[in-house]
């Protein structure tokens, strides 16, 4: 792994939080996450990533692209695309299972995992060459570490 990958900070602030909501903000996914200490802990995803459950995607970046059913033109601004829809059920899972993570890497190019039981994971892979930030987990007020480290 690279020295400059952020692995130990963003483990320590993931691994044993709940997980308690999917949304986005704009094109950016959000994760929210109650930290061992009941912190929020705020993944933000400004590259492709899913969400799989037993190796299925559940839901998808690319899923913005498209408009639910009859939602027209402004489905993006007005929160009614596929992934708008599939973030919905899926926080309605999650608010009743209140899934615990249990592990979490980081790789040297700055893939990123994060799964949680039942079999749920997070999958997070970077596609841009530049220094874009492509992800950052962060503590709302606090510490922020994400990758590129330099565009973070």
């Known amino acids: ?47 492709p990533f899913r969400i799989t459950h037993e190796g299925k995607t559940l839901l998808g970046s690319a899923d913005m692209r498209y408009a639910q059913k009859g939602a027209g033109a402004t489905a993006f601004d007005a929160f009614r695309t596929v992934y708008d829809a599939r973030a919905a059920t899926l926080e309605g899972v999650l608010g009743q299972l209140r899934p615990t993570v249990d592990a979490v890497t980081v790789g040297e190019a700055g893939e990123f995992t994060v799964t949680w039981a039942p079999a749920f994971r997070l999958a997070v892979f970077p596609d841009c060459s530049g220094a874009m930030e492509a992800w950052r987990v962060l503590v709302p007020g606090g510490a922020h570490h994400g990758f590129p480290p330099d565009a973070v």
């Open 1 to 47: 792994m690279a020295a400059e990958t952020p692995a130990r900070p963003v483990t320590a602030l993931l691994e044993g939080a709940v997980v308690r909501s999917v949304g986005r903000a704009a094109d950016m996914g959000v994760i929210e996450f109650a930290g061992s200490a009941g912190e929020k802990v705020m993944v933000h995803v400004q590259c």
